[in-house]
């Protein structure tokens, strides 16, 4: 694997960066966010990252009143679109999170650019995590039915940054939704 680290600070991000939506809001697809997770290919070797610590403590009651598994599934490819065509995130990995008030913080930091603190390890057992074909496509099944983030992330060759994407979905039980993540 080429991107160990990437790849660990993506699920992590994931896993702490949620935010919960008001309520009441009829279920619609939200615009993917885009974020830049690290240098250019190359320049991170040696160098320590700063992590923001986080302000907000994991809310075990909130975790423990949703659902781990169920009958809803997501699908999609990875892309992005760049000036030279368009890039396919094959062999990259897809997670997805459930939408809490305990990273909402995390998702404030995490779309300027910065990581918090690793997510306590209990928020990632409602993450579940996948990974794309050669063709940058991927299904994930038995997710319960809630709010979500769809992430995946892949190297912008122009810039030779890795590019994270997120997309919020709404599921209900049984669900099958596909999706775009792309930019």
């Known amino acids: 694997m080429r991107y160990p680290i990437l790849i660990a600070l993506l699920g992590l991000i994931l896993t702490g960066c949620q935010m919960l939506p008001p309520a009441g809001l009829p279920q619609r697809d939200e615009p993917a966010e885009v974020i830049d997770i690290g240098e250019p290919q190359g320049q991170t070797r040696g160098r320590s990252r700063g992590r ?10 909130e975790y423990a009143a949703l659902e781990k598994t169920g009958s809803a599934a997501v699908s999609g490819r990875l892309t992005l679109d760049t000036a ?6 094959a062999g990259e ?58 992430s995946g992330s892949l190297v912008d060759p ?14 209900a039980p049984g669900q099958h939704r596909q999706l775009q993540l792309s930019r």
């Open 52 to 61: 923001v610590p986080r302000q907000v403590a994991f809310p075990a009651e």
């Open 84 to 89: 030279s065509g368009k890039v396919v995130g």
């Open 93 to 150: 990995t897809i997670s997805v999170a459930p939408i809490t008030t305990y990273s909402a913080e995390a998702a404030e930091q995490a779309l300027a650019g910065r990581a918090v603190e690793p997510a306590d390890p209990r928020a990632r057992a409602y993450t579940h995590t996948t990974r794309t074909d050669a063709n940058g496509h991927f299904l994930l099944r038995g997710l319960p039915a809630g709010e979500f983030y769809v």
């Open 158 to 171: 122009a810039s030779g940054k890795r590019r994270v994407v997120i997309h919020q979905v709404s599921l």
